[in-house]
């Protein structure tokens, strides 16, 4: 196993309880803790149960949430937010997800921090891999190797060939941080949408923690905003936008930020997620974006079904593979769509598509609202 996130553990807890004798290797010094807000679906709590794991996590989410819309002319008004989506889904963050897993993994397998493959002979009888740490370069032969390094990932950069044949860009750009309290004048579980054309301020809360902000915004030159620094960037971006008080707020919010994110919205299409002995789980196969907020539920979802699989046909890998790859492409395939949808929703590309996205969310919200009157709980986020 090459990654020490979701995807890398999950895949480690499903093949432990198959009586595989994992092994992950981590190019960090140590595991991360930590990370910035995250959904957790019904999918992503289903798989989390089959491995043991659910309740060990920290859910945040606030027993009743109500998402408020800010005009560009400061007006607020009830709408449907993240909370609200369908799926119910729960408000945590990437390390209560981590925490959890490595409570499962820790002490049970074997985990090599700060290692880097830097080879990968893949064959049809398991891969030949060429490693380096602190101490020293060696090679190690594996009966199979899963990549489940992220977006970025090294494995298949040397399998399968450069990020540039499969990343997609979306020519989006965030800035995550946590706040280190909720905005004046809104209630600590309210969240806060303040969104234009080309840009956007989303105010997430959580039970227990003040709240997360995403600054989003459109550009053709993603490296140069990557590259600049976030006190000059981000006032000029959204200057002129008030957002109700929320731009402000979290802008004089931002120089204390250690825990800032910075990021770019990309997808990964692949033709095949395998080589003979070499198989891709989570966002190294499949990243579908932020904009989707699927990432952990699917790399939960992906790591049980490559597991599940395995278990399945033992005696035939090239088998098992195939039938990983068939049952989950579709499913990662529809994901990956809807994300390119939903930007439009969390950040839209102009005046119609933020118009068209102003009324389809009205729409929902009434008859959302409608839901709650007539005491229809299947329609109501948690």
């Known amino acids: 196993m090459v990654g020490l996130g979701v995807a890398g553990m999950s895949a480690a807890v499903r093949l432990l309880k198959a009586g595989w004798e994992p092994v992950i290797v981590e190019r960090a010094p140590r595991r991360r803790t930590g990370g910035h807000f995250i959904g957790l679906f019904a999918e992503g709590r289903k798989a989390a149960a089959e491995l043991g794991v659910l309740d060990l996590m920290h859910l945040r989410t606030p027993l009743s949430h109500r998402a408020v819309a800010v005009g560009?002319?400061?007006?607020?008004?009830?709408?449907?937010?993240?909370?609200?989506r369908p799926g119910n889904p729960d408000a945590l963050l990437r390390g209560d997800v981590e925490a959890a897993l490595w409570t499962a993994v820790d002490g049970r397998?074997?985990?090599?921090?700060?290692?880097?493959?830097?080879h990968i002979d893949a064959r049809v009888d398991g891969a030949s891999v060429a490693l380096h740490d602190a101490e020293r370069d060696?090679?190690?032969?594996?009966?199979?190797?899963?990549?489940?390094?992220?977006?970025?990932?090294?494995?298949?950069?040397?399998?399968?060939?450069?990020?540039?044949?499969?990343?997609?860009?979306?020519?989006?750009?965030?800035?995550?941080?946590?706040?280190?309290?909720?905005?004046?004048?809104?209630?600590?579980?309210?969240?806060?949408?303040?969104?234009?054309?080309?840009?956007?301020?989303?105010i997430l809360p959580f039970a227990d923690l003040p709240p997360a902000a995403f600054f989003l915004y459109r550009t053709r030159k993603v490296r140069d905003e990557l590259a600049a620094d976030p006190a000059d960037r981000l006032p000029l971006r959204f200057e002129g936008m008030n957002g109700g008080g929320a731009v402000a707020h979290a802008l004089a919010e931002l120089n204390r930020r250690p825990d800032l994110i910075v990021d770019a919205a990309e997808q990964v299409r692949m033709p095949t997620w395998h080589r003979d002995r070499v198989v891709l789980v989570g966002d190294a196969a499949w990243c579908m974006s932020a904009y989707g907020a699927m990432g952990v539920t699917t790399g939960l979802q992906g790591a049980l079904a490559l597991g599940d699989a395995l278990t399945a046909d033992p005696r035939s890998i090239p088998t098992a593979l195939a039938n990983y790859e068939r049952h989950l492409r579709p499913v990662m395939r529809s994901h990956q769509r809807w994300a390119r949808l939903l930007s439009q929703i969390y950040v839209p590309s102009n005046r119609p598509a933020a118009r068209l996205r102003a009324t389809a969310l009205a729409a929902i919200t009434n008859r959302r609202l409608k839901a709650v009157a007539t005491h229809r709980p299947d329609r109501l986020g948690r």
């Open 138 to 202: 060696y090679t190690e032969n594996f009966y199979l190797v899963v990549g489940a390094d992220g977006i970025r990932s090294t494995v298949r950069r040397l399998v399968f060939g450069p990020d540039e044949r499969f990343l997609r860009p979306m020519h989006i750009v965030s800035w995550t941080f946590q706040l280190d309290e909720q905005v004046p004048s809104y209630g600590p579980a309210e969240q806060i949408m303040a969104v234009q054309p080309r840009r956007a301020l989303w």
């Open 72 to 84: 560009e002319d400061g007006t607020r008004s009830t709408s449907t937010g993240f909370l609200d």
């Open 109 to 118: 397998v074997e985990v090599r921090f700060d290692t880097t493959p830097v």
